[in-house]
């Protein structure tokens, strides 16, 4: 966000205006003024990038919040639960009859939702009161938007939930909460999910081991070591949730560990048949499928293969810092790899591991 605001202001040729109101009234400004021009070289793209940057610094600064990404999407969170878009008020006020009736209503809209009463904030605050009735033994731990992760590793989607509120009271809305929450499994009280059913919705998930130690003993994952500080665990992916698979669920299928594991990773190459590879720094590229099992495609069988038809002169290096990331490096660059994964996983509300390997047709190998 700095960066792109510094650069707007730089292409304007002026001082950095003031906070708070008198720095949402030089904004308003810059967008009457844009919108003024005819010259067919502006770019609209780099005006509401950095014009949405300093939009939303200046929120930060007057509602209190911080900047986030994740896969690529940048926003602020203002409050504890609300979330914003400055990006898209830049892009909106453009197109706008009355761009600063525009821009004024989006302020209204970011200050509910830095108190608990917009849009997004209201959903996740009200799920979070009935998870605290309901399941004391349960937390939001990290959310982006309406997806929230749990301190027992599930991940809820709560664009439904949403949708409901959108025309329902706190009351109704905090039943649907209700019902959603019914469905997570319980710390000691868990309904196995039957073999024909988990099959096609199970799929791999990288942890790191502070994680899986940070678990009660009541909930003990199934999880294999890939290296001293990364395991393999498995999930139950649902339209709107996920939860990890206890060992104890695991053991009540018909069939073996091992079989378990390798229908995860053939349902995970059946979501894999095209990646999206994007280069960070020379050498470097990062898989973003933005599905949240970008780290777990560390085990796709062929990953080997892919790759060396992109260059099969070098070792191709991987780090899976978060569950979002999948770095891949050609050896030539396992500094600025190593570099780039520590800083990510630093970053990350629940890293994995900046531990790199080495990928062949045999497998995978830690450094």
Avoid at 112 to 121: K, L
Avoid at 272 to 285: A, F, H
Wanted: with cysteine.
């Amino acid at each position: 966000f700095v960066p792109a605001a510094l650069d707007f202001m730089h292409s304007l040729r002026c001082e950095p205006p003031g906070s708070g109101a008198a720095g949402v009234r030089w904004l308003a400004d810059q967008i009457e003024r844009h919108l003024d021009r005819d010259d067919d070289w502006v770019d609209d793209d780099r005006f509401i990038e950095g014009a949405g940057a300093l939009l939303g610094l200046l929120l930060i600064e007057h509602l209190g919040g911080r900047t986030a990404e994740r896969d690529g999407v940048h926003r602020i969170q203002i409050g504890r639960f609300g979330w914003f878009d400055p990006f898209e008020v830049i892009q909106n006020a453009l197109d706008a009859e009355e761009p600063r009736r525009c821009l004024s209503e989006y302020l209204s809209a970011a200050e509910r939702e830095a108190t608990g009463r917009g849009t997004i904030s209201r959903v996740v605050r009200l799920f979070a009161d009935v998870l605290r009735d309901e399941r004391p033994d349960l937390a939001i731990e990290s959310q982006f938007e309406l997806g929230v992760e749990l301190s027992n590793g599930a991940s809820v989607d709560l664009a439904r939930l949403e949708r409901v509120a959108r025309d329902q009271d706190d009351a109704a809305t905090a039943a649907a909460a209700r019902r959603i929450i019914s469905m997570l499994p319980g710390a000691s009280e868990l309904k196995a999910t039957s073999w024909s059913e988990a099959g096609s919705r199970i799929l791999p998930r990288l942890i790191s081991e502070s994680f899986l130690r940070s678990l009660p003993g009541d909930q003990s994952l199934y999880a294999e070591a890939l290296c001293a500080d990364v395991y393999l665990t498995l999930q139950l992916r649902y339209e709107a949730r996920a939860r990890y698979v206890p060992r104890v669920e695991v053991d009540s299928w018909p069939v073996e560990q091992g079989d378990a594991r390798r229908r995860a990773i053939a349902n995970l190459a059946e979501r894999s048949r095209k990646l999206r590879l994007e280069p960070v720094e020379e050498g470097i590229l990062r898989v973003r499928q933005g599905d949240g099992l970008d780290a777990a495609r560390l085990l796709l069988p062929d990953l080997a293969a892919r790759l060396s038809k992109i260059d099969a002169s070098t070792t191709w290096l991987a780090a899976a810092p978060h569950r979002d990331v999948l770095l891949l490096g050609r050896d030539f660059a396992i500094e600025q790899l190593a570099r780039l994964a520590e800083d990510a996983s630093r970053r990350a509300p629940h890293p994995i591991s900046a531990a790199l390997f080495a990928i062949s047709s045999q497998g995978l190998h830690p450094m």
